[in-house]
């Protein structure tokens, strides 16, 4: 039997980007206090029940303190137990005198237990990644407002293709982070439920009262309360996986514009700047994207690490042989990338560096063939679209060989009826943007309504 270990695996990911409040939901000590705040909602449930009496509930909710369990002594027997319950309920009986030392997990199974602190957990770290969320998001919206007329390429495929603004380009991130805002509260609903069936889903142990038992103690934990076991059933707890790892996927997607567009052959934005910050020990001119970095690496990670939760929904029968296990291990390092990279969106966002003259001098980067669309739809509704595409991608085509404009060469192609069409050739990218205003005003008002909506 192995021997447990009283430290913890040092982490750099999370030790240099993560974030405190998480780490606090998930610690040793949080994740015990929650385990003994059941077994206390547990007693007075039972209490009102009449299953117990009132003065017996009173005693053991009075022994669920941390203060009554050995960590140490805990951990050490749990690897025996291969669960931390059953010594867990010792150690608060041993601090009881006799009567109601022998009440304590009157009814309740192991998972019971662990599975309702884990519903609490679970909807403490979802409130943590809603307030993470809103920080990023409330970054971006001041991004979006600022920049709703800078002009910038939009890129498909990597390549320049029409104009937009920056500020349009982040409206569409941040409808998106407006999505996942509802899709955290909808698992946070989800999450929040509690489990008290006993030993094989039936109830059997508490008879009768099962069912009040099991509403009170929900009620006195701020939890759903449901006619049917979950035991085995682990859609929820995916749920909250894919939930923690969408959030650090659409923080990766800004994360990855970021260093795209601070390359040093585009440096369009920058992440904010200090003394050292992103520095090389080798190449002092360097000032690398570390946060960007640090959440396309949390991204990557929990997106791997979600997966293993499907795993977990194969449990058979009436208890799960090994597929309960593998939450233990995800769960709480998706809540910890979750956070940590939502926390470093939002102040890489907050203190990005926006640099509008280098977006309008990439413009130009090849002659104006960024404003070819625009031309072949100025002349296709007196040429046809495909003759209008034909004459502008030949046009395009001489442009980059030779290195010339675009309306240059358009203007050597055209014919005298197409030049007249075409008028002066001078398209400019302001005049090309679309609904750009719209956009970016959809995104705003989209993203503060739900915001007063979900409050």
């Known amino acids: 039997m192995a021997t447990p270990r009283m430290t913890q695996t040092f982490k750099l990911l999370p030790e240099l980007f993560g974030d405190g409040g998480m780490a606090d939901v998930f610690s040793a000590e949080s994740t015990v206090s929650a385990w003994l705040r059941v077994e206390a909602a547990l007693a007075r449930a039972q209490a009102d029940a009449g299953v117990l009496t009132e003065s017996d509930a009173e005693a053991?909710?009075?022994?669920?303190?941390?203060?009554?369990?050995?960590?140490?002594?805990?951990?050490?027997?749990?690897?025996?137990?291969?669960?931390?319950?059953?010594?867990?309920?010792?150690?608060?009986?041993?601090?009881?005198?006799?009567?109601?030392?022998?009440?304590?997990?009157y009814g309740a199974t192991t998972q019971d237990i662990m599975d309702s602190a884990l519903s609490l957990q679970m909807g403490e770290a979802l409130d943590r990644l809603l307030v993470l969320l809103g920080e990023f998001g409330d970054a971006l919206s001041r991004l979006v407002e600022e920049h709703a007329g800078t002009v910038?390429?939009?890129?498909?495929?990597?390549?320049?293709?029409?104009?937009?603004?920056f500020g349009a380009k982040i409206a569409v991130l941040l409808a998106e982070?407006?999505?996942?805002?509802?899709?955290?509260?909808?698992?946070?609903?989800?999450?929040?439920?509690?489990?008290?069936?006993?030993?094989?889903?039936?109830?059997?142990?508490?008879?009768?009262?099962?069912?009040?038992?099991?509403?009170?103690?929900?009620?006195?934990?701020?939890?759903?309360?449901?006619?049917?076991?979950?035991?085995?059933?682990?859609?929820?707890?995916?749920?909250?996986?894919?939930?923690?790892?969408g959030v650090t996927a659409t923080a990766a997607r800004f994360a990855r514009e970021v260093v795209d567009l601070s390359r040093t052959e585009v440096a369009e934005v920058r992440e904010a700047g200090g003394h050292h910050r992103g520095a090389s020990s080798t190449m002092p001119q360097k000032a690398n994207p570390i946060g960007c970095e640090a959440i396309i690496g949390m991204s990557g990670t929990a997106g791997a690490l979600s997966s293993a939760l499907f795993r977990a929904m194969e449990a058979g029968h009436e208890r799960a042989a090994g597929e309960w296990q593998v939450e233990w291990y995800v769960v709480p390092q998706l809540a910890e990338l979750g956070a940590?990279?939502?926390?470093?969106?939002?102040?890489?966002?907050?203190?990005?560096r926006v640099?509008?003259?280098?977006?309008?001098?990439?413009?130009?980067?090849?002659?104006?063939?960024?404003?070819?669309?625009?031309?072949?739809?100025?002349?296709?509704?007196?040429?046809?679209?495909?003759?209008?595409?034909?004459?502008?991608?030949?046009?395009?085509?001489?442009?980059?060989?030779?290195?010339?404009?675009?309306?240059?060469?358009?203007?050597?192609?055209?014919?005298?009826?197409?030049?007249?069409?075409?008028?002066?050739?001078?398209?400019?990218?302001?005049?090309?943007?679309?609904?750009?205003?719209?956009?970016?005003?959809?995104?705003?008002?989209?993203?503060r309504k739900e915001g007063v909506d979900g409050e």
């Open 152 to 165: 910038i390429a939009a890129r498909t495929h990597a390549q320049q293709a029409v104009p937009t603004t």
């Open 177 to 245: 982070v407006t999505r996942q805002r509802e899709r955290l509260r909808a698992a946070a609903r989800t999450v929040r439920i509690v489990s008290l069936f006993g030993a094989g889903g039936t109830s059997a142990a508490l008879g009768a009262q099962a069912a009040t038992v099991r509403k009170g103690m929900a009620l006195r934990l701020g939890l759903r309360t449901t006619d049917v076991p979950w035991h085995v059933a682990r859609d929820g707890v995916v749920e909250f996986g894919v939930a923690c790892a």
């Open 60 to 105: 053991i909710a009075g022994a669920c303190v941390l203060t009554n369990i050995d960590l140490e002594r805990l951990w050490r027997e749990a690897v025996n137990v291969g669960y931390p319950i059953l010594p867990l309920v010792r150690m608060i009986a041993a601090a009881l005198p006799e009567g109601p030392n022998g009440r304590v997990h």
């Open 340 to 352: 940590g990279a939502l926390a470093t969106a939002a102040q890489v966002a907050g203190g990005l």
């Open 355 to 447: 640099f509008p003259q280098a977006m309008r001098d990439n413009l130009e980067a090849e002659g104006g063939l960024i404003m070819a669309e625009a031309y072949m739809m100025r002349l296709a509704p007196a040429l046809g679209r495909e003759r209008a595409h034909d004459l502008v991608y030949e046009a395009a085509g001489r442009a980059r060989a030779e290195r010339r404009t675009l309306a240059e060469t358009l203007r050597e192609l055209a014919t005298p009826g197409d030049a007249a069409v075409l008028g002066e050739l001078s398209i400019t990218p302001d005049s090309y943007l679309g609904d750009v205003e719209a956009i970016c005003t959809a995104a705003l008002a989209a993203w």
